[in-house]
């Protein structure tokens, strides 16, 4: 064995070693105390990239269940003031046929039933004037489909309420809610030179029964008002139904299952590196024995010299 001191090989051997298995130990117990094993580019390149990407799309399938949820409570908000409509409808149906018992009504009973569709007709309009999601109005009309003509006199038609219902680009839904006013519901088609009906009513605003023939066209009138209320209706149930709270469900488990797949590449498997921790541990202190011993080499020249 040939014995140097310039140059303690077996020193600088043991150090670097030393200085490996400290570093090791450090990122040990940085996965540990993050809960991530790629805590910088440099851990996992490729998996940071991946992860990233990931964490992008968990984050926008979050925001687009809010939405969802968002325009769920618009659409329920929108049907409930519809149902108190359809309620008031059933109500004005009722004074129509009690005031076209013309047989058995003397005037004051006429004039009441006609006091009292008036006041009816003025709610629905309170109903829809008032009906906001936030300082949103969801009944006048705002929200109803535009048609727009093209240059090349193709027609498209545009939904009154979008929503954005998904994590990327273009995950868009819609649907529309027509003027509820009673201007606007059961307006009678007008064919050109006649009149709409008998008495002339254009819409649910125009009714008047204080005779029998203005009871019988109201009564028309009222009818299809409540068909085009009960289908706006049915037409946002379906949308929140088959749209909405499918999409919600459906998004929902996109983000367990794109959270849990982020996990895997992302997060720390605690009991494998507490393993690791505890091999760099001991690597560590087995690695400062070794350097002691191969520092205290030189000394056995120190025998030869002294004899």
Do not use: C, W
């Not at 007709?121 to 829809?128: E, G, N, Q, T, Y």
């Not at 004037?129 to 038609?157: P, V």
């Not at 939904?159 to 003027?179: C, K, Q, W, Y």
């Amino acid at each position: 064995m040939s014995l140097r001191i310039n140059n303690n090989i077996e020193s600088m051997n043991a150090h670097r070693n030393l200085l490996k298995n400290d570093r090791a130990l450090s990122k040990s117990l940085e996965r540990l105390a993050s809960g991530q094993k790629v805590n910088r580019a440099a851990d996992d390149p490729a998996a940071l990239v991946i992860s990233e990407h990931m964490r992008a799309q968990v984050s926008g399938m979050e925001q687009a269940i809010r939405n969802n949820e968002v325009a769920i409570s618009l659409v329920q908000t929108a049907e409930g003031s519809m149902n108190e409509i359809s309620s008031i409808l059933v109500s004005l149906r009722q004074r129509a046929i009690s005031a076209a018992n013309v047989g058995a009504s003397d005037r004051d009973m006429i004039d009441a039933n006609q006091a009292e569709i008036e006041n009816a007709l003025a709610s629905i309009d309170r109903v829809v004037s008032t009906t906001q999601f936030g300082h949103y109005r969801l009944l006048d009309g705002t929200n109803a489909a535009k048609t727009t003509t093209n240059e090349d006199g193709s027609i498209t038609t545009k939904e009154g309420l979008r929503f954005h219902v998904g994590p990327n680009a273009e995950h868009m839904a819609s649907t529309s809610i027509r003027d509820m006013s009673t201007s606007q519901l059961g307006r009678a088609t007008v064919v050109e030179g006649e009149l709409p009906n008998k008495s002339n009513f254009m819409s649910l605003a125009d009714i008047d029964v204080r005779n029998e023939q203005g009871a019988q066209d109201a009564l028309a009138i009222i009818d299809q008002a409540l068909t085009e209320v009960a289908t706006v209706r049915g037409e946002l149930g379906a949308f929140q139904k088959h749209t909405l709270e499918s999409n919600l469900t459906s998004m929902q488990v996109a983000v367990e299952n794109m959270t849990a797949a982020e996990s895997t590449i992302r997060d720390t498997d605690m009991a494998q590196e507490l393993a690791t921790f505890t091999r760099n541990q001991i690597m560590t202190q087995s690695a400062t024995a070794q350097l002691a011993q191969a520092n205290a080499m030189p000394q056995h020249v120190l025998r030869l010299l002294n004899g």
